[in-house]
């Protein structure tokens, strides 16, 4: 079937960097890109079609701002699904469906998927407040995760053992069993409405010790071909057994013995998969973009070996941002700078990325880390 991808106006919930990346790429295909963010300086604001400012956790304004548009999809999660339903129910396309995003919303709906569809994930507990959570003393070590609201490493707390116990949540959340795991990779696979499904190759997720944001990234993983072709089934079975139209990353962990877990999933383009705009034939906004408006999805190989650097406001630095060391690293060969047009920078907020090509995994390790210390994001 032939559609006019043109004539469709395709309407995005949240206006931060991730639609302004989704933009760039919409731009090839001439979409005409309608962005809703509170924001009224989103980094997304000069760059779409038509902006709106407005709450994206209010029925109105979400049910208002879908209802000009054709499709609608998200660039993050934490949106009202009431008014998804409802332009749902009145033919509009949402994608992804706002049940799997309403399930995705809370940590402990979407456990509870893995464990009722037979998905590996580490053992857990769900609890109700932080009382609840003193009663599991014989379940530590365990991390405690914030059923809703958790964003970007907050809302997750690794809690040893029990003279730890008061940083658990005092909120409906859930305790699962840590996991002295030996890689964590994630996969993005995409689904579009006509059922065709593909991977990216799994990447491996260095986290920052403090903040739990990823730091670095490295594509391809350091892994066999068998626990990434593993990783990448896995994904699949996931996208499947949700039936979701879209993009999904999914995090994992590789244990010491091999085995792999599932942690957690994003309905969206997710910073696992940044470095794909310059490192694979087609880049994840690309691939979200084609599978929400119901194109072929793209070729999803490796160009080249790749690291992604996040370029976070440096800490005790608030204020209008000031980036040191461009000059010096974008003399670098293959090396692909990409700020976020935040104006104000505070610290650990992400700020941009840098993607990093390299085939000697090696070199390319220290390349990322030496654009690391260059690039500093000051006031």
Do not use: W
């Amino acid at each position: 079937m032939h559609i006019n991808y043109q004539q469709q106006t395709l309407g995005i919930l949240g206006g931060g960097q991730l639609g302004r990346m989704l933009i760039q790429s919409g731009i090839n295909y001439n979409l005409n890109i309608h962005i809703l963010d509170p924001d009224a300086n989103a980094p997304c604001k000069n760059l779409c079609n038509h902006f709106v400012q407005g709450d994206l956790k209010d029925y109105q304004t979400v049910y208002d701002f879908g209802k000009a548009c054709d499709v609608v999809s998200i660039e993050i999660e934490h949106v009202n699904t009431r008014a998804l339903y409802q332009l749902e129910k009145e033919g509009k396309k949402v994608f992804p469906q706002p049940h799997i995003i309403e399930m995705i919303q809370d940590k402990r709906k979407q456990k509870q998927f893995y464990l009722d569809h037979g998905i590996p994930t580490a053992p857990f507990l769900l609890t109700d407040d932080k009382e609840d959570v003193r009663q599991h003393v014989e379940f530590l070590p365990a991390v405690h995760k914030l059923g809703k609201e958790g964003y970007d490493g907050r809302g997750v707390q690794l809690i040893r053992e029990t003279a730890e116990l008061d940083k658990a949540f005092d909120a409906p959340g859930l305790l699962e069993k840590f996991v002295d795991f030996d890689k964590e990779l994630a996969v993005i696979v995409a689904r579009n409405e006509q059922g065709e499904v593909k991977t990216f190759p799994s990447v491996e997720c260095a986290f920052h010790p403090e903040h739990n944001l990823v730091e670095f990234l490295f594509s391809p993983a350091t892994i066999s071909p068998e626990t990434d072709n593993k990783a990448q089934d896995l994904a699949i079975e996931v996208i499947e057994k949700l039936g979701m139209v879209g993009l999904l990353a999914v995090e994992m962990f590789v244990t010491k013995s091999g085995e792999i877990l599932v942690n957690e999933i994003a309905p969206r383009p997710h910073n696992s998969g940044h470095h794909t705009i310059e490192a694979n034939f087609t880049s994840q906004f690309e691939q979200h973009l084609r599978a929400v408006m119901g194109m072929p999805l793209g070729h999803t190989g490796i160009r080249s070996a790749a690291a992604m650097v996040n370029l976070l406001g440096e800490a005790g630095f608030t204020g209008e941002a000031l980036v040191e060391g461009l000059d010096e690293a974008i003399q670098e060969k293959g090396v692909y700078l990409h700020l976020y047009g935040k104006k104000l920078t505070k610290p650990f907020r992400k700020m941009g990325h840098v993607t990093v090509l390299e085939e000697d995994m090696k070199k390319l390790r220290e390349k990322a880390q030496r654009i690391k210390e260059l690039i500093k994001i000051k006031a």
